[in-house]
């Protein structure tokens, strides 16, 4: 997915330093295009081969080193990166950054860059709190560099608090935030619904469905790396939210259409994709019920459509996705759906059929619109996100179209 991406990674004299390795390695996995730069201090910490190893590229820590391909060679690299991230940053690094100062191959090309800059600040606690770490930081804020907040925890002087780098997996999610898609989703209010409510029946059970929550979890993130601005409102799921996104947890049909109803005015584009339980028990129990030795009848109601009042209620300009899951007749139930509904996109899948459904990281879905019908083949839940969203896309630029050839008309 970065295929064609250059990353530069800058790493100082921290102990932190010897997670920027696994960063390095998950980038490369990524097909990314990776170079490491290290301050001298850094070389005390974690060896410049190891960076070789990951990324291929040679290492760079002097600037006067002859052994390079070109003549000026922080100049060619910033003119490549697509971003650059310092982490662990070190208070002397953020020191030199925010003031203009280059005295080795790291702050040389940093300054150098004209793309995304990242810094992620890792040092002891008093260090961090320290009013003039604190105003270079604001200062690099000011200069248009991204401050990634450390975590706070056990460090490694012994003190507890902030100042932990965080986990390679987490500074890669601000990396595929910058790089992994254009933002063509910019500007952009996006509303997923995701996940499985739960309805009570008592203080100890529920009733509820298989949903794990990854697809709609996958299209939260992907408009989030498309640049939208995401709420994503969610039942009961099996996997964490994805980083950047307001995230709304919620339990049940009910309390899932009062936050859709809350935030649905507002958006642009509302994709539900969430699990919810068609029915919910009459009455729930304050007391746990007893086993007993004869049958149990429980009395059930229909929940909520939440769907059906998005498109009721639906603003002018807003586009509506759903999803539907079947077991016969895919295309004949979806399509009634996305006309009962007034939808603007259904997306179907048959929950018999293998690689697709609950639980598994696959799916096999077709896209329906009045358009007509996409049958997509088996891929990742993260490639159908980029293919369902690729389609809204589509849809909301005909639509944009269309309306401006009636404005046109009306005009003439």
């Known amino acids: ?123 002891n606690t008093n260090m961090y709190r320290n009013p003039a770490v604190q105003d270079n930081l604001r200062r690099l804020r000011e200069l248009d560099f991204e401050v990634i907040e450390p975590d706070a925890g056990y460090l490694a002087c012994g003190d507890t608090g902030e100042g932990k780098m965080p986990s390679e997996g987490d500074l890669l999610e601000y990396l595929l935030r910058e790089i992994a898609f254009p933002k063509d989703l910019a500007g952009t209010r996006v509303l997923v619904t995701a996940g499985a409510t739960r309805e009570r029946l008592d203080p100890v059970r529920f009733l509820s469905n298989h949903s794990t929550g990854k697809m709609g979890y996958a299209l939260a993130r992907h408009c989030m790396q498309r640049g939208a601005r995401v709420t994503l409102i969610s039942g009961a799921a099996q996997i964490p939210p994805p980083p950047f996104v307001d995230f709304i947890p919620v339990t049940d049909a009910q309390e899932m259409l009062e936050a859709v109803r809350e935030r649905a005015e507002a958006q642009d584009i509302i994709i539900k994709a969430a699990a919810v339980a068609d029915y919910t028990p009459v009455s729930c129990s304050r007391q746990k019920l007893k086993k007993q030795d004869r049958a149990l009848t429980l009395e059930l109601k229909r929940t909520p459509d939440i769907l059906a009042f998005l498109g009721e209620n639906r603003r002018p300009g807003q586009l509506l996705c759903g999803f539907s899951m079947e077991t016969k007749r895919l295309e004949e139930n979806s399509r009634a759906k996305l006309e009962r509904k007034n939808l603007d996109m259904v997306v179907a899948n048959n929950l018999l059929e293998p690689g697709a459904g609950f639980g598994c990281d696959t799916n096999v879905v077709t896209v329906i619109t009045r358009e007509g019908d996409a049958r997509l083949p088996q891929m990742s839940k993260h490639e159908v996100a980029k293919e369902v969203v690729d389609r809204i896309l589509a849809l909301r630029a005909a639509s944009e179209s269309h309306d401006a050839v009636l404005k046109e008309e009306d005009t003439i």
Do not use: W
């Open 1 to 123: 997915m970065l295929k064609g991406k250059v990353v530069v990674l800058g790493v100082t004299g921290s102990i932190a330093a010897y997670k920027i390795a696994g960063l390095a390695s998950a980038l490369k996995k990524l097909d990314t295009e990776v170079h490491a730069l290290m301050t001298q201090n850094a070389v005390h910490f974690i060896s410049p081969v190891t960076f070789e190893t990951l990324t291929g590229n040679k290492c760079l820590i002097d600037t006067f080193d002859r052994n390079f391909e070109y003549s000026v060679e922080h100049v060619a690299l910033a003119k490549r990166a697509d971003v650059v991230l310092v982490a662990p940053a070190t208070a002397n690094v953020i020191a030199k950054l925010a003031h203009g100062l280059a005295d080795d191959m790291l702050t040389t090309t940093v300054l150098a860059c004209t793309c995304k800059k990242l810094v992620s600040p890792a040092m």
